[in-house]
């Protein structure tokens, strides 16, 4: 607690202990005319400032309270921050004890400053005249946000609209609308939205305000640059957003989306830091950006825990992931390492909101693996460490209710043999992680596996295309014995991917999944290929011909077909002899192939 703080907490008990109105009066015209003995800026006009505040909230004289804050008002050279921030004080301190007559007198000063018009002798300095009164609309519009944080919090709700909010509104729609009034409405939906919080009646109240002032952050967000930092608007406004959204009513799932869509596609397109770094003049320009930056990034994680805390379901949370998949395909680097660092805040919120304490399984799980997975390869180490950041969340997510053993230690050695650029190196690591994961692999969420890290198949990145395979290729061979109900979708899920990817070390992939899977589920895989129409087609005919020349399944397949000619169907009663032939002709073509 500093000097300063601790001498107003014994100014304020000494004034309420006399309780004598006339000495707290006479305090406070004193403390007023010293002010003029000290310069502006000066830590000791500063206290003063705050002392005259302290003084008026005590005070019970309601004709002088008011006589000193309109003196203030009229008389505070607006132009100058340190004259501008001194009125403030003294306005919230006095709202401690009065808050109507501030708030009136306010609005007063507010509604004469409106009438005033540019002529006369003054009309040679309009531009002077302006800047002075858009500086009083600003210093109207925080000291507003500031008396919400000092009034009594029995009291703000019932004026937080009608007396605060909607003055501030008004002074911003009616003053020129720079980038001064522009922080200065960030600032006020910050500070307004945590005085209402600090209430402690805020889950009962509707803040009818509140998608207005979301539609003002959410613009200024659009309206910054994407190829620089040039101010602190970005990073403030999403952090305005973030208390706005604590506040009643609830959005929408759609809402939400909206919201954390733009501060992504604000946020995730930045140039990287040391570019931007290098077209800084000075040290100080440099230091300017690193510092916007990491404030920028600061906000967004902050964000995307304060909407899941929110919205704490599993379809919002699914929604987040998939606003993050644009970005992990991304063609530039930059972008996909900060959607991975999303990923790992997004999957910590979660853990420690949502999943605190053992529930039913993670039904997301192996969707997530199978998204994440890939990019253990990535070009970058940052990227590939991430990664396994991002997986470790998920093992400790998915093993709330079972011992992970020494999963966590296994994956931190892992992590550290990443930062090696020996791609065979990357692919043995990555396939080590591959098998840690098995052993806490749900076999129900095996098609959503399959089909995420088919996708990862598809990448623009040869290392993180390869990946995929592998990691599909040791999920089905460690896990695929538990995977029976799930074979048909899995085959259907390569069935599709197999036009589209031609490339030959990916397709032999493919193949070999099939292989696996056979390995563990003859009968169920060879059912799945039968029902493919004739005639058959190229992609089939190498599913069967895999099986055939795998020496261990071919006699088995063999014999699983013959049975099926020679067994009559439970439908065969009703066949016609047209369909008897093509059902023979679906065992016998793959006899030829095998």
Not at 225 to 254: H, N, W
Not at 317 to 334: D, G, N, P, R, V
Not at 432 to 442: D, G
Not at 453 to 477: F, H, R, V
Request: glycine content about 4%; proline content about 4%.
């Amino acid at each position: 607690m500093s000097h300063h703080t601790i001498t107003q907490q014994f100014l304020r008990t000494s004034l309420e202990q006399i309780n004598d109105n006339a000495w707290s009066s006479q305090l406070s015209s004193e403390l007023s005319q010293q002010m003029a003995g000290y310069a502006s800026p000066s830590k000791e006009k500063c206290f003063l400032y705050k002392a005259l505040g302290i003084c008026l909230a005590v005070c019970q004289d309601p004709v002088h309270i008011k006589s000193q804050i309109q003196k203030f008002l009229k008389t505070t050279d607006y132009m100058e921050a340190p004259d501008r921030l001194g009125v403030i004080s003294i306005l919230s301190f006095s709202a401690e004890s009065h808050l109507d007559l501030i708030l009136n007198t306010l609005q007063e000063f507010g509604a004469a400053m409106d009438k005033l018009t540019i002529s006369g002798f003054i009309g040679h300095l309009k531009d002077y005249h302006h800047g002075k009164r858009a500086k009083t609309r600003s210093t109207l519009m925080l000291t507003y946000s500031k008396v919400a944080m000092h009034a009594p919090k029995e009291q703000l709700l019932s004026r937080v609209e009608a007396d605060i909010t909607e003055n501030i509104l008004h002074h911003y729609r009616t003053g020129c609308q720079d980038m001064d009034l522009k922080s200065t409405l960030i600032q006020n939906a910050t500070e307004i939205s945590c005085a209402v919080l600090k209430t402690g009646d805020s889950q009962a109240f509707e803040f009818s305000y509140k998608l207005e002032l979301l539609d003002y952050m959410m613009d200024f967000i659009k309206k910054e640059p994407l190829d620089s930092l040039v101010s602190p608007v970005r990073y403030e406004a999403m952090f305005a957003i973030g208390q706005l959204c604590k506040l009643k009513p609830s959005l929408t799932l759609e809402e939400n989306r909206e919201i954390l869509d733009l501060c992504f596609k604000s946020v995730f397109p930045l140039p990287p830091l040391e570019k931007m770094k290098e077209e800084g003049k000075k040290l100080e320009d440099t230091l300017h950006i690193e510092l916007m930056y990491e404030c920028s990034f600061e906000a967004l994680s902050e964000l995307m825990k304060i909407l899941l805390e929110e919205e704490p379901t599993p379809d919002w949370f699914q929604e987040m992931f998939h606003l993050l998949e644009t970005w992990l395909s991304s063609e530039k680097e930059w972008e996909r390492e900060r959607a991975l660092q999303a990923s790992v805040w997004l999957l910590t919120a979660y853990q420690e909101i949502v999943n605190s304490t053992p529930q039913e399984t993670f039904h997301q799980f192996g969707y997530l693996i199978g998204l994440l997975a890939p990019y253990t390869c990535a070009s970058v180490t940052t990227s590939r460490q991430l990664v396994v950041d991002c997986i470790n969340c998920l093992l400790n997510i998915q093993g709330q209710c079972t011992n992970l053993g020494s999963a966590d230690e296994e994956l931190r050695c892992l992590r550290e043999a990443l930062t090696t650029p020996d791609p065979e190196a990357l692919f043995q690591t990555s396939c080590k992680m591959a098998k840690v994961v098995s052993k806490y692999f749900p076999s129900e969420q095996a098609t959503d596996f399959i089909e995420a890290i088919l996708d990862g198949m598809l990448s623009a990145s040869p290392s993180c295309a390869t990946a995929a395979g592998l990691w599909m290729k040791i999920i089905l061979k460690e896990c695929g014995g538990a995977m029976l109900d799930e074979v048909s979708d899995i085959l259907s899920r390569i069935y599709i991917y197999m036009p589209t990817i031609k490339q030959g070390s990916l397709r032999q992939f493919l193949v070999e999944s099939v292989s696996i899977l056979a390995h563990h589920h003859l009968e169920a895989v060879i059912f799945s290929l039968l029902i493919k129409h004739l005639p058959m087609d190229s992609d089939t005919t190498e599913l069967w011909r895999s099986l055939g020349t795998d020496p261990l399944l071919a006699p088995q397949v063999l014999k699983v077909l013959i049975e099926k000619i020679k067994t009559p169907t439970s439908q065969e009663g009703r066949m016609t002899s047209e369909t008897k032939i093509d059902l023979h002709l679906a065992a016998a073509e793959p006899l030829t192939v095998s």
